[in-house]
């Protein structure tokens, strides 16, 4: 029994608080919402480690890898991965929602009459290629420091960390104290934990005290289908995937260690929050420290399986809503590669950072600018569950990226 409280305390105080946090957010209802500072204050902690935290793992990561074919298998792998992985998610999002209709038209008459003109002017004002540039990069240092620039921060995290690789000893004394840094900030993380279970309960319970009973009834259906995708997909292709990695092994491996991941994904609805959480998971399983510091942060900007399932959510409630066909297959590539592309530019912020891929969708759709609003409702009852498949979807990706940099026998090899 005390082995079992030894290995599993963590996980046990936070199924707890997330129990305990849901119970007060049914009961209070939205008198709960009292209780979001301390969640709030978690939080806050959180997001100001998140910086540091991404700059220093991706960095040191890449600048420690001596072997140079290592670093490049690594990078290749991870993107690789991220790609099959996302074009499975989004063929899953597809056949379920070409499966069952969303929505119902004859249901949203009042809404589509007070709606506006097609977006095809702003579609045409719309640079694809600026949008890009400004989602990879910023013009000013001072602005990496943001958590709203977290892709451009990943990069040059990546490029400083090649560059320090390909200093050779000039960079050792700059890899030498970011190392320390990031042992420093590594334990910053184990010290915010011991918050987590009252953070994380208290906004748990904020949360369903705010949204649990105002969903409207034109989006219970998707709100029921997407949370049973979810967990299907979490379920089943999760498990396939650490059976892939390696074997029977792998998936006591990954079902041993996700659930710290799985509950902060859930509570916090964030995938940039969940960082050090999934962190923890992955190297818990047996992934190298090299490859969980390069698949985690990257995956939180670049790898969302739960978010590309909702871009295919999203992109078909509006076409069943405004009978547009894509009953082509010109038309399930449209979808298929607009889903992609959206998600590539989604944030690993809590509720409101898909904003950017939403209007995107509108844009290339050819949608109303005033049907922004549905997207974001459809954004916000389906966040928790899309969170959980974004932030476990990485652990599972970077056992992935083991088996293909590692080969088949690296968790016995890493259990010897």
């Not at 991706?58 to 600048?63: E, G, K, L, P, V």
Request: charged share 15%; aromatic share 10%.
């Amino acid at each position: 029994m005390k082995k079992i409280w030894k290995n599993y305390k963590q996980t046990i105080l936070l199924l707890t608080a997330l129990i305990i946090g849901a119970i007060l957010g049914l009961i209070a209802g939205e008198k709960a919402i009292v209780l979001s500072p301390f969640g709030d204050l978690f939080m806050n902690l959180l997001f100001v480690i998140i910086i540091p935290l991404i700059f220093l793992t991706i960095t040191t990561s890449i600048a420690k890898i001596k072997q140079p074919k290592r670093l490049e298998k690594v990078l290749l792998s991870t993107f690789g991965v991220f790609i099959v992985t996302s074009l499975v998610a989004c063929i899953i999002g597809l056949v379920v929602t070409y499966s069952f209709k969303l929505v119902n038209p004859s249901d949203t008459k009042a809404i589509i009459a007070t709606l506006g003109d097609t977006v095809e002017q702003a579609k045409e004002e719309m640079n694809f290629l600026s949008r890009t540039v400004q989602a990879i990069s910023v013009n000013d240092f001072k602005e990496l420091l943001s958590k709203n620039s977290i892709v451009a921060l990943v990069v040059i995290s990546i490029l400083t960390g090649i560059a320090i690789n390909k200093s050779g000893k000039d960079g050792e004394k700059l890899l030498s104290v970011l190392e320390s840094a990031n042992k420093v900030v590594l334990k910053l993380v184990d010290i915010i934990f011991l918050y987590a279970p009252i953070g994380l309960g208290c906004y748990f319970a904020a949360l369903i005290g705010t949204f649990g009973g105002e969903i409207a009834l034109g989006y219970l259906k998707t709100f029921i289908i997407y949370t049973i995708v979810a967990i299907l997909f979490y379920f089943i292709f999760y498990t396939l995937y650490a059976f892939l990695s390696a074997g029977k092994n792998g998936v006591k491996a990954f079902w041993s260690n996700i659930v710290p991941a799985t509950a902060t994904s859930i509570s916090t609805c964030s995938s940039a929050a969940s960082i050090p959480a999934n962190l923890k998971s992955a190297k818990g399983i047996g992934v190298p420290d090299d490859i969980a510091e390069t698949v985690i942060p990257l995956g939180t900007s670049f790898h969302k399986d739960g978010s590309v399932i909702g871009s295919v959510f999203k992109i078909m409630f509006l076409v069943y809503l405004f009978g547009t066909n894509v009953y082509t297959t010109s038309g399930v590539f449209k979808v298929i590669g607009i889903a992609l592309i959206a998600n590539l530019l989604i944030t690993a912020i809590p509720v409101g950072g898909g904003t950017i891929s939403e209007m995107l969708i509108i844009s290339l759709m050819g949608f109303p600018l005033a049907s922004l609003p549905i997207l974001t409702i459809i954004a916000t009852i389906i966040d928790p569950a899309a969170t959980l498949l974004n932030v476990t979807g990485d652990s599972a990706s970077s056992m992935l990226v083991t088996r293909i940099v590692d080969g088949k026998k690296w968790l016995k090899n890493k259990k010897k």
